[in-house]
Nanobody
Framework: QLQASGGGLVHTGGSLRLSCAAS????????GNWFRQAPGKQREWVAT???????AYADSVKGRFTISKDNAKNAVYLQMNSLKPEDTAVYYCNVPRRLGDYWGQGTQVTVSS
């Protein structure tokens, strides 16, 4: 249902744009989230965009990351700027649903110092 892409290897201070493509009109009906999981750590919430377009961010990424969506393309994006080594993680897109969440397969982001 969800396909994440756009990860890669960048240097500190660099930028990446992650994409999460859905197979249907999911993001016009449901919120979209990005989570990340670093090696040896629990998965943590990064950002949310609601079905109405409101956004929220974890304090650790506020001011550096921007979540957006394109309902016509059934996609949610995460623009990541000023990347830091501590942003290194596998990033997952998520759609919370009462009948069960959708999760993307994850895309690796590695930030070298």
């Amino acid at each position: 249902q969800l396909q994440a892409s756009g990860g890669g290897l960048v240097h500190t201070g660099g930028s990446l744009r992650l994409s999460c493509a859905a197979s249907g009109r999911i993001f016009s009906l449901y919120d979209g989230n990005w989570f990340r999981q670093a090696p040896g750590k629990q998965r943590e919430w990064v950002a949310t965009i609601t079905s109405g377009g409101s956004t929220a961010y974890a304090d650790s990424v506020k001011g550096r990351f921007t979540i957006s969506k394109d309902n016509a393309k059934n996609a949610v994006y995460l623009q990541m700027n000023s990347l830091k080594p501590e942003d290194t993680a596998v990033y997952y897109c998520n759609v919370p649903r009462r009948l069960g969440d959708y999760w993307g397969q994850g895309t690796q982001v590695t930030v070298s110092s």
